[in-house]
């Protein structure tokens, strides 16, 4: 993904297109599984969390 076509995403996904945000989810899942864990163990509730912490705080992103 370039940085136009990444621009245009995240700009849908700032907008409430479901398919964006999925989108930067799946671009960012390595990372945000990276820290879901805490001691060396994978930890779904926080996963869950950073995933929805994301979801609900998109919006604030600005260009």
């Given at each position: 993904m370039d940085k136009a076509e990444f621009e245009t995403v995240l700009q849908g996904a700032v907008a409430g297109r479901h398919e964006d945000l999925e989108q930067i989810l799946q671009l960012y899942a390595p990372l945000i599984r990276k820290y879901s864990?805490?001691?060396?163990?994978?930890?779904?509730?926080?996963?869950?969390?950073?995933?929805?912490?994301?979801?609900?705080?998109i919006n604030k992103f600005t260009f």
């Amino acid at each position: 993904m370039d940085k136009a076509e990444f621009e245009t995403v995240l700009q849908g996904a700032v907008a409430g297109r479901h398919e964006d945000l999925e989108q930067i989810l799946q671009l960012y899942a390595p990372l945000i599984r990276k820290y879901s864990f805490i001691k060396d163990t994978f930890d779904e509730d926080l996963h869950q969390y950073l995933l929805i912490h994301i979801a609900l705080n998109i919006n604030k992103f600005t260009f």
